[in-house]
């Protein structure tokens, strides 16, 4: 017990240091927020310590992401200083369409 407690203080230290990594969340994990109120939500994330995404709502027929421009979505992420590492999205309609499709879709 009194081996365990002297590890405890170098325990507490440790954890007041900042990571080599940035905590991540799925987006998808806050959807119905994101669809309400983005960049609340995102704010909220980021102050709760989360510095990476990954993205989830993107809506190909639009280019938005929850209502936002694919381009002003990326600005927003930017201002707020965080990063999209991943993103889920809907490929399997894709599948058996023309490639031109799939390269906007794409990119």
């Given at each position: 017990?009194?081996?365990?407690?002297?590890l405890?203080?170098?325990?507490?230290?440790?954890?007041?240091?900042?990571?080599?990594?940035?905590?991540?969340?799925?987006?998808?994990?806050?959807?119905?927020?994101m669809?309400?109120?983005p960049?609340?939500?995102?704010?909220?994330?980021?102050?709760?310590?989360?510095?990476?995404?990954?993205?989830?709502?993107?809506?190909?027929?639009?280019?938005?992401?929850?209502?936002?421009?694919?381009?002003?979505?990326?600005?927003?992420?930017?201002?707020?200083?965080?990063?999209?590492?991943?993103?889920?999205?809907?490929?399997?309609?894709?599948?058996?369409?023309?490639?031109?499709?799939?390269?906007?879709?794409?990119?």
């Open positions: 017990m009194t081996g365990a407690m002297a405890m203080p170098s325990v507490g230290c440790e954890m007041n240091k900042k990571g080599a990594y940035k905590l991540g969340l799925q987006l998808f994990s806050v959807n119905s927020d669809n309400k109120d960049i609340g939500t995102l704010s909220l994330v980021k102050d709760m310590g989360y510095a990476d995404f990954e993205i989830y709502g993107f809506n190909p027929g639009k280019g938005t992401y929850y209502g936002i421009g694919a381009s002003d979505f990326k600005n927003l992420l930017d201002d707020l200083g965080v990063t999209v590492s991943s993103g889920h999205y809907g490929f399997s309609d894709y599948l058996n369409a023309q490639r031109d499709a799939l390269k906007r879709f794409v990119d």
